[in-house]
């Protein structure tokens, strides 16, 4: 997910946004947003958007098709804690220590080596897609 995404240019002035589902360029105050459970959304600073993601669409048909989505998407805690450890290391030095990491993520030992077993497990299963803990 990329940090440093471009924001499209076109309306001069005024904040643009794209649809998640087509793209689309739009005025930021003309897109319709929503709110859905997924368990690999990490928020960087506020801890309690943790396990939601923001959805941005062009309008109530895309919102729907792109909830529909993520209803389907099977909610696992481990990957939750599992991008809560990337947002970590990604942002801080390369190698810490367990009790470094869950003071910084505010995880506990247990979900951290859950989160790893869960990682490494989906490593090696590289064609299932999203496979069940
Ligand atoms: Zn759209």
């Known amino acids: 997910m990329g940090r440093r995404r471009k924001r499209p240019r ?3 002035g005024s904040p643009v946004t794209l649809c998640d589902l087509c793209a689309m360029v739009l005025p930021a105050d ?3 947003r929503a709110y859905v459970p997924d368990s690999s959304a990490a928020h960087p600073t506020h801890d309690w958007f943790d396990g939601l993601r923001l959805l941005t669409a062009c309008g109530e048909p895309h919102l729907e098709r792109l909830r529909e989505e993520y209803r389907r998407r099977p909610f696992v805690q481990e990957e939750l804690w599992a991008a809560k450890i990337g947002q970590v290391l990604a942002d801080g030095p390369p190698s810490l220590t367990l009790v470094q990491l869950a003071c910084l993520t505010g995880l506990h030992e247990p979900e951290i080596r859950r989160a790893v077993a869960w990682r490494n497990r989906r490593r ?4 299932r ?3 069940e803990p």
Do not use: I, N
């Open 10 to 12: 076109r309306l001069k």
């Open 129 to 131: 897609e999203r496979p």
């Open 124 to 127: 090696q299963e590289p064609r």
């Open 30 to 32: 003309e897109a319709v």
